[in-house]
């Protein structure tokens, strides 16, 4: 039996001309290309990765057979197309057109859907969509694929807070989510949770993940985000991102340091990022408390 295909090997089966790749950023879990296809009548092997497909110019008429089906739809500017992973798939458009793929690992979306659902993920299969009207989906990817052309300081950071948020959209929409394991109803210990906090503290500024979190009390990453969130009252990512903005809140008010040095001493990838997140949360911008604080 073959093995999945990986997005770099994609072009083997469907040739087309790179307009933009991500390849050498130094992201994980989240990878995005663009292309000119001309048209094209092609099969494409199993994926190992979740593929979104954005489409960026022209208009063509598409078929595509998934799972023994065809279905068609004109695909415009705006549109997008989702597949699943571990699945062959047939696609035949006539028209050239420009897209955005974006691939999630299967790895991402089950921890995701893992600390999102509260519960033991074996298994997420997304919905074959051959056009959805998703603009939540369509701006997330845009911002991955600008990120892509920007190389900013702290894209990897930056790109996979997005791709978390994009699967947490996936998951609501388009997801069907086998979960084998029954619910542990434990909580973490006292001393766990000072260890816990203890290391957050300690990490604000670099690359917090579920399983380095998980790894420091020697638990899975599933049954450390359900004791997490049972012991917190909010999953680990929220908890981290309330405590990198209250940590930032805490240096604009007491130091004179560069905004954009704060934001990377308390884990955001740029100043932009904790500008939105700020923002988000206190419904100032990080100048404006400062101005006002000092």
Known sequence: MREYISYEELPNWVPGRVLLASDGLGWKNVACRAYHYA???????????????????????????????????????????????AQQVSWNWKEPIDVTHVYLSGALVAEVASEVLDCNVAE?????????DDP??????????????????????????IAR?????????????????????????????????????????????????ADVLGLTRCLFARQFRRSFGKPPYAFVTARRLQKAREMLATTHNPIKTIALDCGFSD????TRMFRAAYGKTPAVFRRQAL
């Not at 997420?124 to 959805?132: G, K």
């Not at 699967?167 to 766990?192: D, F, I, K, M, S």
């Not at 100043?271 to 904790?274: E, P």
Request: hydrophobic share 45%; with cysteine; aromatic share 6%.
């Open 39 to 85: 048209g094209q009548d092609v099969i494409v092997p199993q994926m190992k990765d979740f593929m979104l497909v954005g489409y960026r110019g022209g208009v063509t008429p598409m078929q595509r057979r998934f799972d023994g089906r065809w279905t068609k739809e004109t695909l415009v500017p705006g549109a997008a197309s989702l597949l699943t992973r």
């Open 124 to 132: 997420v299969s997304l919905a074959d969509i051959l056009r959805t």
């Open 136 to 161: 939540v989906m369509t701006h997330a990817m845009e911002m991955i694929a600008r990120e892509a052309a920007a190389q900013g300081i702290g894209g990897a950071l930056y790109v996979d807070s």
């Open 271 to 274: 100043q932009a990022h904790l």
């Open 165 to 213: 948020g994009l699967c947490v959209h996936l998951l609501r929409q388009y997801a069907e989510v086998r979960t084998p394991e029954p619910r542990n109803e434990g909580a973490l210990t006292t001393a766990q949770m000072r260890t816990i906090i203890a290391y957050i503290e300690v990490h604000l500024g670099s690359g917090l993940d579920l399983k380095s979190m």
